[in-house]
């Protein structure tokens, strides 16, 4: 999750907050640094099992995790996609998101790690989350 930021500031300036303690990294965002626990390793093939086994309506498709979302309209589809935009920049993990007309189909994968971390998952849990009103 996110431990601290300063606008304005680079992250190697006196007093700036680092949480290498909690074993964190700088990432750029809008004009400043938040800083993001590290990554965990790319998940093994038994980790991603038991992951997606939790997971209902998600499937794996080489190294992504798909979900295709059924709305009964247009406008409730791009609803959901604006609340998951706001999870996204949160999370700062960033799908792959197609919306047809009235079904919305996520695509997850860690990029920097080529394959899926257990922050497809979160992300994954968190968004159908957002179905719930």
């Known amino acids: 999750m996110l431990h601290g930021k300063r606008k304005g500031r680079e992250p190697n300036g006196a007093g700036f907050f680092l949480c290498q303690e909690k074993g964190c990294i700088p990432t750029p965002l809008q004009g400043h640094y938040e800083y993001e626990e590290k990554m965990t390793k790319k998940l093994e093939e038994e980790e991603i099992a038991r992951e997606l086994g939790e997971l209902k309506g998600w ?19 791009v ?5 998951l935009a706001n999870v996204v920049e949160e999370l ?12 919305v189909t ?7 790690h080529r394959g899926l971390t257990d922050r497809d998952f979160k992300a994954a849990y968190l968004f159908d989350g957002l179905l719930i009103d």
């Open 59 to 77: 499937s794996r498709e080489g190294d992504t995790i798909v979900k295709r979302y059924e709305f009964p309209n247009f406008r409730r589809a």
């Open 79 to 83: 609803e959901f996609v604006d609340r």
């Open 92 to 103: 700062n993990h960033h799908p792959t998101i197609t919306i047809d007309f009235d079904n």
């Open 106 to 112: 996520i695509t997850l994968t860690t990029r920097t």
